[in-house]
């Protein structure tokens, strides 16, 4: 499969927070693609130089990388003074909604300290562009019906809370500073990996999210997927997500790019599939990929988990014209060349 992106009509230079890690070493190529020149800024806590080595090899160019901590300002400002950049975009961030309740405080510490240094040290230099990572997750248990941007926030973790409260910083930021622009984007559950099989999600340690959980299982490095919570008031009474392709997630950042400047204040969107896949199934969908039986048990609800999430799309459908282009059986194919491909992860 090719894989292309329009080239942005006003090419720029961007600082990307957590540009090694799974959604930023994405975003990474298709910027580049894009025609946009790229600094990563990551303490690679969670992320790998390696991929930043295969964004060369995907794209002709490797972002440089400056190994700093987002919630070191002195570091961060020094950043700022060596690469000039027109515009930010923040993914750097601790994501795990389990870990979170056990350590609240160090989420809030990284993803709202470390969204409020970045803000200000990009202020100081004069930057005024932000592209924030946000997540569904701050819609918490909001009920049946897909979510619009309007729907009502009510964060049911550490996680979600660190989230919507960096948005409402941006938004209060943008309120009391007429140059600033900014976008949050709210995820739904990006999953996949570059097509080319080069890039893909490689967690350090025990994987918390889903899909590099099951893709461990298929290659055989773990003994069984773990499904939590199979009482749900759902058909299959396992969890409903909303997952995306990250290369059609890459693609919004690019889209925000082109349009933060569209309008004052902070634009907000959803970028998801509108579509909802329970976790047996999506386990199905992935055995089929990967042309093995995936073994399974199904445990107890996780703490701040929440039955199902869906996306309404047709807010950025509408404003950008962006929308997915990858259904959820090439997101399983692909998860799994890059797996299949790289049994140990990067490097290993
Ligand atoms: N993956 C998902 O399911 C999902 C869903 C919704 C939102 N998000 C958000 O998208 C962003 C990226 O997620 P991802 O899945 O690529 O995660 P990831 O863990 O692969 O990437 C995060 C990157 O940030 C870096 N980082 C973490 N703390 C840092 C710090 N203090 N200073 C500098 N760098 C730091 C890590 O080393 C890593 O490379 C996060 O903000 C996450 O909350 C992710």
Not at 23 to 42: F, K, N, R, Y
Request: negative net charge; hydrophobic residues 40%.
């Amino acid at each position: 499969m090719s894989v292309t992106t329009r080239p942005s009509t006003r090419p720029l230079r961007v600082l990307v927070t957590g540009g090694a890690g799974f959604i930023g070493s994405h975003t990474c190529v298709e910027l580049i693609e894009a025609g946009h020149e790229v600094v990563v800024v990551d303490d690679l806590s969670a992320g790998h130089e390696l991929a930043l080595d295969r964004v060369r090899e995907i794209t002709g160019t490797r972002p440089v990388l400056e190994r700093v901590d987002i919630t070191d300002t002195r570091a961060l400002e020094a950043v700022f003074a060596l690469h000039p950049v027109d515009a930010v975009i923040h993914f750097a961030a601790r994501k795990a909604v389990g870990e979170s309740t056990e350590i609240p405080l160090t989420y809030f510490e990284t993803n709202v300290g470390g969204t409020a240094i970045l803000l200000a040290a990009a202020r100081r230099a004069g930057v005024h562009r932000i592209v924030f990572s946000s997540s569904c997750s701050i819609f918490g248990s909001t009920g049946a019906a897909d979510l619009d941007e309007s729907a009502p926030a009510a964060p049911a973790n550490p996680y979600a809370w660190s989230k919507l409260t960096c948005e409402q910083m941006i938004e209060q930021s943008c309120r009391y500073h007429d140059e600033q622009r900014a976008v949050s984007l709210r995820y739904f559950n990006p999953i996949g990996a570059h097509p080319s099989g080069l890039l893909g999600e490689d967690p350090h340690g025990t994987p918390r999210n889903i899909v590099p959980y099951l893709a461990q299982v298929a290659v055989g490095r773990r003994e069984r997927l773990q499904i939590f919570g199979g009482d749900y008031p759902t058909p299959d009474g396992s969890a409903i997500r909303d997952y995306v392709h990250v290369v059609d997630i890459a693609r919004g950042h690019v889209a925000a790019l082109d349009h933060v400047d569209d309008r004052p204040g902070m634009q907000l969107f959803n970028l998801g599939t509108g579509q909802g896949t329970s976790v047996l199934e999506l386990r199905a969908a992935f055995a089929a990929a990967a042309e093995r039986d995936i073994p399974y048990v199904v445990t107890d609800r996780r703490p701040g988990d929440v039955p199902r999430l869906v996306a309404d799309i047709s807010a950025v459908r509408r404003a950008w014209s962006w929308k997915p282009e990858y259904d959820l059986a090439t997101m399983c194919r692909d998860t799994w060349r890059f797996q299949e491909a790289h049994p140990e992860g990067y490097g290993r």
